[in-house]
């Protein structure tokens, strides 16, 4: 066992600190949706520049070949520095690795050089209202029309897909076939009369995710990504790619949100309570936990080559955690922890996304219940 | 970074727990705790294979391994709910080798390393494993001010009967003048002694949770097996997550024990407040999966549920651990480093 990282890891992360420390953004101006947008568009830029876009993609796509580990090290460091995610985050950790593993040469030379640069956004068109956790229950039709599939249909918490040049779509193009086969997977231009967004305003009052109605959409069969048919298995492709680096920037994120409270409960004196402390103390234990897990489950991916049963646990520690941390700071905030606009309030609201988002806490549990512990389905 | 054991610990481990398969069988672990007598045989071949000395130092007669072989030995102790004083004994020396003096390491750890004398390590006032056999104690005062090395004769030990019989308890009491201080920080005393029963709760969380789903998958009602249910399903969920929660908190903390010092309190704390509570709701919940059967003597899941609760209670409880958690913190955030 060795916890330390190795002289390559910490070389790794001193060049990254070291630029970092040369090329920060700056804070993040508060503002509207499309402020935000740009400003961590110029920043992917300003990654892409420095060829640290995406350092968890093979050199020859731009990447810099990074271990798992120094991918982990890399969000890690982006969060600590409470730098924001690049405004293509999708693009990067989903379609460019759905890309590279199922795409023809032609389309992996056409596609992953503007997600590495932000030149083209990306959204995700899977969830539809009728298909949420059920994903193999899509029905959004594709029809073949000569060279072209026609589309319609509708799909939901499309985060982004108001700047969003492409959608990775899943539509069902074999009605009569079994649901999970009947399905393929598309490389959507959003940029077309058939596809209107309509922002999804939620509780915290802002829109990251939107619905997408599509009517009608033209997507050339070149577009097509793996076969007619591969739909389930490419889409298998893009979620198991979806949560493994994001988690260390949001458990940073965790860490620093704590470190506050910490704060304010020192100022406020709340800290001297012992059932406030009690509560902190355990917040504390759950967000160290959560971090080591997640530090646990790529020391076996790298030994094993898949995930060990402590893999499918890091989300769900971590949303879990959050929301206690945010809900403890209504006690120990006081008033401005439940006012409009506040920090902690927004906290507070937001988190309420964290068990849902990515696949809700019950869905994982049906899955760990069933994949990890073995469990039957009947 | 490797967060894992090594290929050698690995094989320390797999070895510990292919031993104990055979020689703690669930059945001998019952009749041993019917008979409230441990199996004298297990002990002696424990100390044949030099388990109770794997971590005190060459220098002092032991294997000169490192707290995270322990830390493996006494999961696979928990996971096999073995009845011996290993714990006790290897708490005691860490104890003594982390807090004692030169010459009262010289004079205890070689016998403490071959079994040869067995120990514990009691909070004053409060239950310690086999306390009333232990030919030595280290004696932490009940506000953690002092720690003091008293020979077996020297302290009052009232033999507790409690609700776990696969273990021997006893309650701790010394005359001010009886015994030896000791120089080191008692804190540093009771960390490792913590760590280590952490990782027993982790075997014996990891165990409860293997009956639970052996039973939930063969149990049938309403036509199909209780495992396919999913109120059963979420539980079983619920009990890997603290199980592996309990586990990376104590690998953490046996490791810094052997390369981070600096963080060893704060890493015996967080694996004690995880494990804990792990420890008594794994427990609970495997009790609660088994329905109407596992609140029979018959069942042998309660004997898991009653190690867990002693376990969880000695050198302190979640609570005590979190709030403890919370004092590192508050420092941390006082005077940032």
Known sequence: MDLTFSAEENEFRDELRQWLAENHPGDEPRGDDDTTFEFRKDWQRSLYDGGWAAVQWPQEYGGRDATLMQSAIFFEEVGRTRAPLPANVL???????????????????????????????WCQGFSEPEAGSDLASVKTMAKRDGDD?????????????????????????????????????????????????????QITGEAE??????EEA?????????????????ALTTLMNERSGLGFFLQIRLRQLLDQLVEEAVRNGKIKDPVIAEAIGEIEARTEVTRLTAY??????????????????????????????????????????????????????????????????????????????????? | MRFDFTDDQQEIKRTAKEMLASRSTLELVRSAAESKAYDPDLWKELCDLGWPGVAISEEYGGGGLGVVELAGLL???????????????????????????????????????????TGTLAIAGELAPDAAEADVIVLIESDRSGARLLAGDQASVSAVETIDPTRRYGI???????????????????????????????????????????????????????????????????????????????????????????????????????????????????????????????ADIHWFFKRA??????????????????ALAARKVTSPA
């Open chain 1, 91 to 121: 693009g990067l950790l989903l379609a460019g690795p759905t890309i590279m593993a199922w795409g023809t040469d032609e389309q992996k030379e056409r596609y992953l050089t503007p997600i590495l640069s932000a030149d083209e956004i």
């Open chain 1, 149 to 201: 599939w026609v589309v319609t249909g509708q799909k939901v918490w499309t985060s982004g897909a108001q700047y969003a040049k492409w959608c990775l779509l899943v539509a069902r193009t074999d009605p009569e076939a079994p649901k999970h086969k009947g399905l393929s997977y598309f490389l959507l231009d959003m940029d077309q009369p058939g596809v209107q967004v309509r922002p999804l305003v």
């Open chain 1, 209 to 214: 995710f939107n619905e997408l109605f599509i």
């Open chain 1, 218 to 234: 033209r997507i050339p069969h070149e577009n097509m990504l793996g076969g007619e048919g591969d739909g389930w298995n490419v």
């Open chain 1, 296 to 378: 646990r489950g790529l020391s076996t991916i790298e030994k094993y080559g898949q995930p060990g049963p402590e893999g499918s646990l890091t989300k769900w520690l971590w949303s879990e955690t959050n929301q206690m941390l945010v809900q403890l700071a209504a006690d120990v905030v006081g008033p401005e922890a439940l006012s409009a606009d506040s920090k902690w309030a927004y906290e507070l609201l937001r988190a309420r996304g964290n068990t849902l988002e990515g696949g809700t806490t019950e869905i994982l549990k049906n899955i760990i219940a069933e994949r990890v512990l073995g469990l039957p389905r009947k």
């Open chain 2, 75 to 117: 999961e696979e102790g928990g996971y096999a709910l073995a009845g011996s004083p290993l714990l006790a004994t290897t708490a005691c020396g860490a104890a003594i080798q982390e807090a004692g003096s030169e010459q009262q390491r010289e004079t205890w750890l070689p016998r403490l390393a071959t079994g040869e004398a």
């Open chain 2, 172 to 298: 701790v009491t010394a005359e001010e003048s009886a015994g030896e201080e000791m120089p080191g920080d008692p804190e540093a005393a009771l960390a490792i002694g913590a760590l280590i029963t952490s990782a027993e709760l982790v075997g014996i969380c990891q165990r409860s949770l293997d009956v639970t789903l052996e039973y939930v998958k063969d149990r049938k009602q309403f036509g199909r097996p209780v495992g396919s249910f999913q109120a059963v399903q979420h539980k079983c969920a619920r009990m890997l997550f603290q199980t592996e929660a309990a586990r990376s908190a104590t690998y953490f903390a046996a490791w810094a024990a052997d390369a981070d010092r600096d963080r060893l309190i704060e890493g015996a704390s967080l694996a004690k407040a995880t494990a804990s509570e792990a420890g008594v709701e794994v427990t609970g919940s495997a009790i609660q999966a088994h329905g109407g059967i596992g609140f029979t003597w018959e």
């Open chain 2, 309 to 326: 609760q002693l376990d969880a209670a000695y050198l302190d409880g979640t609570k005590p651990h979190r709030r403890r958690l919370a």
